[in-house]
């Protein structure tokens, strides 16, 4: 009887797993109802790609939705040409914001909470700023409201420096040890 020989598999690196459009909503969601709670729900999380799967979901939302505008707006007002040539840049932009921005908003974020004295390390601060990109969309939709829309981005802006600063108190700063009970009065003795 003939043996056959399968050859060895190739080991596979990390997978990525499926992006669910329901979860990122739900996450979104979350961080821009309830940015406390939903950073205390995530205190103990290891790891970027949860965390940057959203980011970078946000910046493609957001790069969709400056694409939008910008075809909408700049054509009326400078041409077609002009209009695609800036629906691609937000696009591309979008893209990039969320794959590099969690990082340097987290450093930056890091330096602010270690001079006012955190002692967390930087990988929570990556992950606050990773998922402050909620905001990021909102911030997008600014462009389809004429003469006002920098009013809307101005708005998602301030919500979103809120957001980054609930996720530092709920993340990078240990709350203060509850007061210890005094002890138990001893009985008098004769």
């Given amino acids: 009887m003939a043996e056959t020989n399968t050859p ?3 080991p596979q690196g990390p997978q990525i797993p499926p992006v669910d459009p329901k979860k990122l909503v739900d996450t ?12 205390k729900g995530i205190k103990g999380e290891t790891g970027f790609q949860k965390c940057l ?6 910046g493609v939302l957001h790069g969709v939705l400056a694409f939008l505008a910008a075809l909408v707006w700049v054509t009326i007002h400078l041409g077609f040409g002009v209009a695609i040539a800036s629906a ?11 794959a590099i921005g969690p990082f340097i908003g987290g450093i930056i974020l ?6 006012f004295g955190s002692k967390a390390p930087w990988e929570p601060s ?7 990109m909620a905001v990021y969309p909102i911030y997008a939709l600014g462009g389809f409201v004429p003469w006002i829309g920098w009013l809307i981005g101005l708005v998602a802006g301030i919500y979103g420096i809120y957001i980054v600063v609930m996720g530092a108190r709920a993340i990078n700063f240990e709350p203060p040890p509850a007061a210890a ?10």
Avoid at 53 to 58: E, L, T, V, Y
Avoid at 88 to 98: D, K, S
Avoid at 181 to 190: D, E, G, L, Q, R
Wanted: glycine share 4%.
């Fill in 28 to 39: 979104a969601i979350a961080v821009l109802k309830n940015p406390t709670e939903f950073y």
């Fill in 126 to 132: 990556v992950r606050i700023a990773a998922y402050s």
């Fill in 181 to 190: 009970a005094p002890p138990p009065a001893s009985p008098p003795t004769a």
């Fill in 53 to 58: 799967i959203f980011s970078i979901a946000m």
């Fill in 88 to 98: 691609i840049a937000a696009l591309i932009t979008g893209v990039i914001a969320g």
């Fill in 8 to 10: 060895p598999s190739a």
């Fill in 110 to 115: 890091w330096a602010i909470c270690l001079v």
